[in-house]
């Protein structure tokens, strides 16, 4: 039977990633013409206050390049999954939650466009007021995120540490809300160097396929294999989208296609209640939030850097590093992570 599962799930991650990479093939080439037309460019601006003036040293020769070429992903994998899986209740949520959080990434996104001329309210945003607020607004967003994994996935609690955790009440939905924040802002924030994202998110997707390999009875009933779909779809889009963010980059991800992968991951590993295996998984992404914060914290109330750059991975820039340099060894740090991920699951879980 588990041999019988395990080949239907191969043939559905291969026969979905191709789907995937098919949709995304036929419009990506005019999104990234659209994207200029409607100047979704990046524009860096020196600040009075010198804040990105390294940052500016490092990437100016990205400045003109598209930016939210995430909409690739956030219009795309929901279009595949819904027109083909709209009754399955775990493929339904992640479609529903692209579509919610992607959303709020695109709203911040024209913000940015409006704005990115105004050096002003550039210099606003950068502020610890501004990002609370931010915060408090994604807390808000994630709350239907929530609403949505509870109640049309249908994962109601989780069993973690000999204990099990409802989410089925008002406690539950701010906890798994504020959760999902965390996870959503994670996967943003590592969104920096051409190819850094994608390639994260693939590896992370190959994580959750190993899972679902490794325990079968915990994701699927049956012949039932439409989480393997979810993984399958969003690595075929990631394969065009990387193709074209290969240095130089022709687009880069932005919040729309980067803000949803942290809820999906978490919506995966809370279905399959691989929750030892999930927060190994996302480690790499919450150590890059994590030191973003420490920054933010660090220059609020101690008016000084602890980073060069914050997050992590710009940091290595200042450094001397390549860009290729640190986006090849957060790879490979990745793919270690995903055996750790797949060993805590079969120990712990």
């Given at each position: ?101 992607g959303l709020y990434g695109f709203v911040d996104a024209i913000i940015d466009v409006i704005t990115k001329n105004n ?231």
């Amino acid at each position: 039977m588990i041999t019988s599962i395990s080949f239907f799930m191969v043939k559905e991650l291969a026969l979905w990633a191709v789907i995937g990479a098919i949709a995304a093939g036929l419009w990506v080439v005019p999104l990234i013409a659209l994207l200029y037309k409607f100047q979704f460019t990046i524009k860096h601006i020196a600040m009075p206050s010198k804040a990105n003036e390294e940052w500016m040293k490092l990437h100016e020769k990205d400045s003109g390049t598209p930016s939210n070429g995430g909409i690739l992903l956030w219009f795309t994998v929901p279009a595949v999954l819904l027109l083909a899986f709209s009754t399955v209740p775990l493929v339904k949520a992640a479609a529903l939650i692209i579509l919610l959080v992607g959303l709020y990434g695109f709203v911040d996104a024209i913000i940015d466009v409006i704005t990115k001329n105004n050096v002003a309210f550039r210099e606003f945003q950068n502020r610890f007021e501004w990002r609370v607020g931010k915060l408090l607004v994604s807390i808000l967003v994630n709350i239907g995120v929530a609403l949505l994994i509870v109640n049309v996935a249908g994962v109601t609690s989780i069993d973690f540490l000999s204990y099990t955790i409802s989410l089925n009440n008002v406690l539950g939905i701010v906890l798994l809300a504020v959760t999902t924040t965390i996870f959503s802002y994670s996967t943003e924030i590592i969104d920096g160097i051409d190819g850094l994202s994608s390639g994260m998110y693939m590896i992370t997707l190959v994580g959750f396929s190993l899972l679902m390999l490794a325990f079968p009875a915990s994701f699927f009933t049956s012949a039932d294999t439409t989480a393997m779909v979810i993984t399958g779809v969003l690595q075929g889009v990631l394969m065009v989208y990387l193709y074209f963010n290969i240095p130089p980059a022709r687009f880069y991800m932005g919040a729309p296609g980067a803000m949803p992968m942290g809820p999906v991951f978490l919506l995966l590993g809370l279905y399959g209640n691989m929750i030892p295996a999930l927060l190994v998984l996302m480690l790499p992404y919450f150590i890059d939030l994590a030191t973003s914060f420490i920054q933010l914290i660090s220059l609020r109330f101690l008016k000084r850097k602890i980073f060069r750059i914050a997050p992590i991975h710009h940091h290595f820039e200042a450094m001397g590093w390549p860009g290729t340099k640190v986006v090849m060894r957060f790879w490979l740090f990745n793919w270690g992570i995903v055996m750790l991920a797949v060993l805590a699951q079969i120990y712990f879980g």
